[in-house]
């Protein structure tokens, strides 16, 4: 670890790049990040749903509109999938402690991405093994030969034989799964492999999914008619300087208009260090994804707590992505309990064209309205309770600070530099609860503000352990757990002219 922290220091000291970009060693870095315990073949037995007790909810730093699990360990959301009015979120879950283990699926459905009711756990470990991370679709013209409109969830069975793709299938709506008997349907070929997205390409006539290659890298693309029987169609890879050992995770490959976007998580050699999510822009010919000639990385968050992050299939062109908001960096750590990790906001994306160049751009969802009061002007001192949204307008003149704190002297400090366009945050002792962790506190994560004109505006989302940070129009995002011993509740802007206002966001529990 010295290493690392010799390191970590250098480059926070001459980093002086449009990102702050670091490399995250350990004793192993080579390390499977975290690998399974062999399992024991049991027949499968799904708990029943978690039940709240009056007044839950309300511990130190549980989230108050981001949706968390009643009790246990969480991490990337899967499966996620729309269909009949109703959101469905499965996510990685531990039904027996609040740390990594018996990797299952959890499930919470919504009928309006706000509020969120968990169910019971959807799928646990097998003959085969845990049940890591995939995806979900609705086949509505019965290709598999499990019913019209059945559901049918994609995962990565991590066992003894190593990581193997396997499906099962739901025909009351997600409320109980039926495992195919032939399992797995792509066997074990690097142990590598991992996190199966799949999605109907209409031009070629068949499923197509992305499957990621772990430390071995990139992306493989694979084909079927009947969900069944996959043949592999291609490989995408690209090299990245500087990021020599890093392992891909949860792609998604999307379509906006003539253009596609391959979005993958990478970790350790995010943005910043630990987790991060980036993305490719090009195009897919229902075999293969040819990058469009980009600087790559790209990054979808420039902050620390945005990983593993998917979209919901069956929305139409709408594209709702939501992430884990954690990073393998210190996730098991972080003091929440009786649970541990959230998801964030979700967001909607869209590919727009900036200074002539493609750029993803991510909002928070137009139905966090739903639990959002009247717009008032912010002053030194927020009426805020649970969480809040705060909306900043800074003129580009000259550089500015905005600082959000509370009574106990805790500050989260975001500074603008005009004449760069660039924005930074710290995220050390002073914000909160840091030393659970040696490398939660960083003192420099730097994002382009990617604004055109004279002003820019910022949305700053704030909840009880997170601060959500983007541009209005979605050019830039930023997202970072907190552990201030309340929510920061005043506000001082130093430097520009400025108009804020703040609108309170009632909690969803």
């Known amino acids: 670890m010295k290493k690392f922290w010799n390191f970590f220091s250098s480059m926070m000291v001459t980093a002086t790049m449009a990102v702050t970009i670091l490399g995250c060693t350990s004793d192993d870095p080579k390390k499977e990040q975290p690998a399974p315990e062999p399992p024991t073949p049991v027949e499968p037995v799904d708990p029943p749903a978690p039940t709240p007790t009056p007044g839950s909810y309300t511990e130190l730093y549980r989230p108050q509109i981001h949706f ?12 996620m999938v729309y269909v009949d009015g109703v959101y469905h979120l499965f996510y990685q879950y531990n039904p027996q402690g609040n740390s990594w283990g018996n990797m299952s699926w959890g499930h919470a459905t919504s009928t309006d991405l706000i509020h969120w009711t968990e169910q019971a756990v959807a799928l646990t470990r097998d003959e085969l093994g845990d049940i890591f991370s995939g995806s979900a679709v609705i086949d509505h013209n019965n290709t598999a030969g499990f019913g019209a409109g059945a559901m049918v969830a994609f995962y990565t069975s991590a066992g003894d034989a190593g990581q193997q793709q396997s499906m099962a299938y739901s025909t009351d709506g997600g409320k109980n799964f039926t495992r195919y008997t032939a399992n797995p ?28 290659k772990g430390w071995s890298k990139g992306i493989e693309f694979f084909g079927s008619t009947d969900m069944k029987t996959w043949t592999k169609l291609s490989t ?24 596609w976007v391959l979005i993958v998580s990478v970790n350790p050699g995010g943005p910043v260090l630990g987790s991060g999510t980036m993305y490719f822009v090009g195009q897919f010919d229902g075999k293969e994804f040819k990058a469009d000639a980009l600087d790559y990385p790209l990054w979808l968050d420039y902050g620390m707590d945005n990983y593993a992050g998917v979209t919901w299939s069956n929305t139409g062109d709408r594209k709702v992505l939501i992430g884990w908001m954690n990073n393998w960096s210190y996730a098991g750590d972080v003091p929440c309990s009786p649970w541990r990790s959230a998801m964030t906001l979700p967001r909607e994306l869209k590919l727009i064209n900036y200074n002539g160049t493609p750029l993803l751009t991510n909002t928070v969802v137009s139905e966090i309205d739903k639990i959002a009061g009247s717009w008032q002007s912010a002053g030194a001192t927020l009426d805020v309770k649970d969480a809040y949204q705060l909306r900043i307008k800074l003129n580009l003149d000259k550089n500015s600070t905005i600082t959000l704190g509370n009574s106990f002297d805790e500050k989260y400090v975001i500074d603008i530099n005009a004449s760069s366009s660039m924005l930074t945050v710290r995220r050390t002792s002073a914000t909160g609860k840091t030393n659970f962790n040696g490398t939660f506190s960083v003192p420099s994560m730097r994002a382009p503000l990617n604004a055109s004109g004279t002003t820019v505006t910022l949305d700053i989302y704030v909840d009880q352990s997170s601060v959500e940070l983007f541009t209005d129009n979605g050019t830039m995002s930023m997202t970072n757990l907190i552990f201030p011993q309340s929510i920061y509740n005043t506000l001082t802007v130093s430097g520009a002219d400025y108009e804020a206002q703040v609108r309170q966001l009632s909690r969803i529990w």
């Open 185 to 212: 349907i792509i066997k074990n070929n690097d142990d590598r492999q991992r996190d199966p997205k799949v999605f109907w390409h209409a031009d070629s006539q068949q499923w197509i999914m992305s499957l990621a």
């Open 68 to 79: 968390t699990p009643a009790k246990n360990w969480m991490n990337d959301p899967n499966g």
């Open 236 to 259: 995408f890879v690209v090299d990245l300087p500087g990021r020599p050992d890093l392992q891909w995770e949860c792609p998604d490959l999307l379509q906006f208009g003539d253009k």
